[in-house]
């Protein structure tokens, strides 16, 4: 498949915005895509989720700050983060699962195992 490709990182200060791209295909429209993010020396965490069906998953302390959609005629995955603090500096990756649903994800949508294709990060850096 062809890869997927960030777009929009930089450097924001605190309580500003970003919105995060990735470019997809078709294929991955028809699955469940999520955004995960990581910092060195600690493990890749998930930050938002959208399946086939459009359903989606925030990670529970991002709720109400960002948000995950994604726009299937192009089709583009987005990531909007809002309200951005320092410990939200992480490099950002999208990730695809060949599931299309996360109701057959039994470890959650947010189980970096589930995924088959990574895109190469695009770094996030929010200063105090």
């Known amino acids: 498949q062809a890869p997927l490709v960030e777009h929009g990182g930089g450097s924001v200060q605190a309580g500003g915005s970003l919105r995060l791209s990735c470019v997809a295909s078709e294929y991955y429209s028809r699955h469940c895509m999520t955004w995960f993010r990581q910092v060195p020396g600690k493990e890749r965490e998930g930050v938002a989720s959208i399946d086939s069906t459009g359903f989606t998953s925030v990670a529970h302390s991002l709720r109400g700050r960002f948000s995950i959609s994604k726009d299937n005629a192009k089709p583009i995955l987005y990531l909007q983060m809002n309200n951005l603090k320092p410990e939200d500096t992480a490099m950002y990756y999208c990730?695809?699962?060949?599931?299309?649903?996360?109701?057959?994800?039994?470890?959650?949508?947010?189980?970096?195992?589930?995924?088959?294709?990574w895109g190469q990060g695009t770094q996030v850096t929010v200063s105090s």
């Open positions: 990730a695809a699962s060949p599931l299309p649903s996360m109701a057959t994800m039994h470890d959650g949508p947010f189980a970096p195992s589930y995924y088959n294709y």
